[in-house]
């Protein structure tokens, strides 16, 4: 998985994103770059496009079961 942001604990088994409650709407500074986290919001990513706090939602390995659960069951354990 790709983790441009760096965010601590992102790796191939420790993923998720999709819309979820964030930790608060604030500014923060991690790894030298303003981060802005939310609370509920759609997170996500797309070509061009990445919506990422480093908020960690288990329901995105989860939901995403039957389409490959050889990598998204890892996820979950």
Do not use: Q
């Amino acid at each position: 998985m790709d983790n441009p942001s760096e965010f601590e604990g992102y790796n191939k088994n420790i993923w998720g994103l999709t819309a979820c409650d964030g930790p608060a709407n604030v500014t923060k500074k991690i790894n030298d770059s303003d981060v802005r986290f939310r609370t509920y919001h759609a997170r996500g990513a797309a070509k061009g496009y990445i919506e990422d706090d480093g908020t960690i939602t288990p329901t995105a390995a989860g939901g995403s079961i039957p389409f490959a659960p050889e990598k998204t069951l890892m996820a979950l354990y």
